[in-house]
């Protein structure tokens, strides 16, 4: 099943901000700890947080940094 998830840590400090704005939009987001499970932020090439991957449509898009994610949120 295709879905966006966005990775995080508990530390990071530019994660909450991205989060609340995607919980603002009525849009399933599967949140994943990239500490807590490595096997899917290595699947997924994550090297830093917050990071979205968009595989909604097969194409695993990917959003790093707050910038990138905040801006893509928006599209949303």
Known sequence: M???YMFTTSHCTKCPEVKKALSEKDI???YIDAEET???AMRYMVMSVPTI???RDHAEDKYWGQEQCLAFVNTL
């Open 28 to 30: 399933e987001v599967e």
């Open 53 to 55: 991957v968009d595989d």
């Open 2 to 4: 295709s879905k966006l």
């Open 38 to 40: 490595p096997e899917l």
